[in-house]
Structures are given as structure tokens and as C-alpha cells.
T-cell receptor
Framework: EAGVTQFPSHSVIEKGQTVTLRCDPISGHDNLYWYRRVMGKEIKFLLHFVKESKQDESGMPNNRFLAERTGGTYSTLKVQPAELEDSGVYFC????????????FGAGTRLSVL | EDKVVQSPLSLVVHEGDTVTLNCSYEVTNFRSLLWYKQEKKAPTFLFMLTSSGIEKKSGRLSSILDKKELFSILNITATQTGDSAVYLCAVESGGSNYKLTFGKGTLLTVNP
């Protein structure tokens, strides 16, 4: 069974440009989460989808970040325009809707904004 | 604000040693505590703990939760070089969103 996959693994862009990150969850997982780790800090929650609906987006830094999950399968996270402080590793996780809710993580996308 | 603190931040041991990693937390509406191992890329799931005093075990790794004192430990016995990784502790808080609050992690290096 395929795990959570994220694309690209690394993206280098200039300040002011737009970047779109993609996450494919484990098949059948209705819960999908985005997290971010900036240098020297802990991994922090960004938002949570249940199928195509945003359940909680309290961790989104500002309105330059837009997450979508059309059709309830894969998700995209767009940063527009990117700023220097957006650099970090963006992780995606997915889980089944059950009592355990164990979140399984992807390898992350490293975003470098120059 | 929910908070998870791991200690030590870094640890260097020799193969065969036993290590104990610590995780303390302050969260509202605690649901569960999870341990992950992160080598190069994706954090991989190790344990989920929900009840106090019940040890979870997988091979040389074990973990236990104390909900009264708000901490958990992860033990690794007879360490091997393949145990070298960042070990992440995360707490799942209540409500309907199941979001995880992470500690900074403990970097474990096992030397031959």
C-alpha cells in the first residue's frame, strides 16, 4: 500500500513568486492535514480537511496560503506571493476516520524562498 | 496554548546502550500521545498512548504514559546504529480536528 506522497520534494523560489505543493494521502483516508516546520522550531499544524471540507484552518499563517482538496482526494497548498519566512518543510499527513486516528506522514516538501 | 517539551534535545550513545527519551506536555482536552521516528524523510509512527500506566512495546522500543504527571517516556534498549534518528513526541488534543502539537524532537545518535 502506498504511503502519503508529496510533490515536489524540494522547491526553490524567489520572494514574490508562487508555489504549489501537492499531497496524495493514503487511499481511503478521509482526514488530511498540513503541517510546517521552520528552521529550529517544532512541527506546527496548519489545517485539517475531512474529505473536501476544511475542518480547521486555525494554523494557517495568513491569507497568502490557500489549501484545497477538490473531490476529497489529493490536496494542494499554494503560497502566493511567497515571502522569506515561508521557508521550511511542509508535511502532509492522513488518517482514517476511526477511534484511533493515527496520522501517517509524507516525506515533506522543503521550500526555500530566496 | 498547547505545549510539548522533549528532553534531551540531543543524545549520543554507543551501540548496546539503553536510552530514555522524555516528553512532557500541557494541553487542553488531551486525547492521546504519539511517538514518531524521523530518519531522513517522513516521520514514521511508533506508538499511540491513551491510558496511564500501560506500557506499549515493539521489539527493543517501549513507551509509557503518565497522565497525572503529564509526561511520557520512550525507552530503547540495546541500541543499534539504525536507531539513529530524531524522535518526535506529539499530543493530540480534543475537539473534532485531531490536530497534533509536536515537541522539537530528540536527536539520537548511536555510534558503533
Amino acid at each position: 500500500e502506498a504511503g502519503v506522497t508529496q510533490f515536489p520534494s524540494h522547491s526553490v523560489i524567489e520572494k514574490g513568486q508562487t508555489v504549489t505543493l501537492r499531497c496524495d494521502p493514503i487511499s481511503g483516508h478521509d482526514n488530511l492535514y498540513w503541517y510546517r516546520r521552520v528552521m529550529g522550531k517544532e512541527i506546527k499544524f496548519l489545517l485539517h480537511f475531512v474529505k473536501e471540507s476544511k475542518q480547521d484552518e486555525s494554523g494557517m499563517p495568513n491569507n497568502r496560503f490557500l489549501a484545497e482538496r477538490t473531490g476529497g482526494t489529493y490536496s494542494t497548498l499554494k503560497v502566493q506571493p511567497a515571502e522569506l519566512e515561508d521557508s521550511g518543510v511542509y508535511f502532509c499527513a492522513s488518517s482514517q476516520v476511526d477511534s484511533k486516528n493515527i496520522q501517517y506522514f509524507g516525506a515533506g516538501t522543503r521550500l526555500s524562498v530566496l | 496554548e498547547d505545549k510539548v517539551v522533549q528532553s534531551p534535545l540531543s543524545l549520543v550513545v554507543h551501540e548496546g546502550d539503553t536510552v530514555t527519551l522524555n516528553c512532557s506536555y500541557e494541553v487542553t482536552n488531551f486525547r492521546s500521545l504519539l511517538w514518531y521516528k524521523q530518519e531522513k524523510k517522513a516521520p514514521t509512527f511508533l506508538f499511540m498512548l491513551t491510558s496511564s500506566g500501560i506500557e506499549k512495546k515493539s521489539g527493543r522500543l517501549s513507551s509509557i504514559l503518565d497522565k497525572k504527571e503529564l509526561f511520557s517516556i520512550l525507552n530503547i534498549t540495546a541500541t543499534q546504529t539504525g536507531d539513529s534518528a530524531v524522535y518526535l513526541c506529539a499530543v493530540e488534543s480534543g475537539g473534532s480536528n485531531y490536530k497534533l502539537t509536536f515537541g522539537k524532537g530528540t536527536l539520537l545518535t548511536v555510534n558503533p
